[in-house]
């Protein structure tokens, strides 16, 4: 992770990124899994994409490296809220997501250092419970940095699914509002994806 930070930033196109680990047992919680890595890559087009994923040395001395990759390509619907003080996704579309169709979202925080203890009492067990849900297809939980800069990526057969859990589930709507009355967070950043395709194996399974 450290040693891709300079040909990243000067890979043509990309205008923000993110590498981050990832929760042990493909979950959400305090120890890492040391063999799993996520690329989170805004473009500023989808043919800059493609040249990087196809030509760019970095990617290819991924995929030397990896026994696996999955790589999605996704649209965004809806973001907001910011990440490192900007906001990385340029929702250039008003149009409404099909409620049948696979969608993404993306949940990121920078936790308040003396709200930690509240944050993995709470949260994490709540994340954790987002890979049980009803109509999630895949969800994994991410770390910039060890504890403090945490963020969640999950894939749902459908936004309809989505937001039944997001939106009916009691645990969930109570950890949301604890998050806002204590005022957990630093900086956030929420962000729903139309999923566009994807390719690859997650886990050993075509996701």
Do not use: C
């Not at 929760?23 to 959400?28: K, L, M, P, V």
């Not at 997001?166 to 900086?187: F, L, M, N, P, S």
Request: aromatic share 12%.
């Amino acid at each position: 992770m450290g040693t891709a930070q300079a040909p990243l930033k000067r890979a043509v196109g990309l205008r923000f990124f993110k590498l981050a680990g990832t929760g042990a047992d493909g979950g959400f919680g305090v120890w890492p899994n040391l063999q799993r890595y996520v690329l989170m890559a805004a473009w500023e087009s989808a043919e800059a994409a493609e040249d990087f994923f196809a030509t760019h040395p970095q990617w290819k001395a991924y995929q030397e490296r990896s026994t696996e990759i999955w790589t999605a390509r996704l649209q965004p619907l809806k973001a907001h809220g910011l990440w490192d003080g900007v906001q990385p996704f340029d929702v250039a579309t008003t149009e409404m997501p099909d409620l049948d169709g696979p969608v993404a979202v993306l949940t990121r925080a920078s936790i308040r250092l003396r709200k930690t203890p509240r944050f993995w009492r709470y949260v994490a067990p709540t994340s954790a419970a987002v890979a049980h849900a009803p109509g999630v297809v895949a969800s994994i939980g991410l770390g910039e940095l060890p504890i403090v800069r945490q963020a969640t990526f999950s894939m749902w057969e459908s936004a309809r699914a989505m937001q039944q859990y997001a939106y009916r589930d009691a645990t969930h709507k109570k950890v949301i509002r604890r998050t806002r009355q204590e005022q957990w967070y630093g900086e956030e950043l929420f962000a729903r994806f139309r999923v566009l395709s994807s390719e690859g194996t997650w886990d050993g399974r075509t996701v």
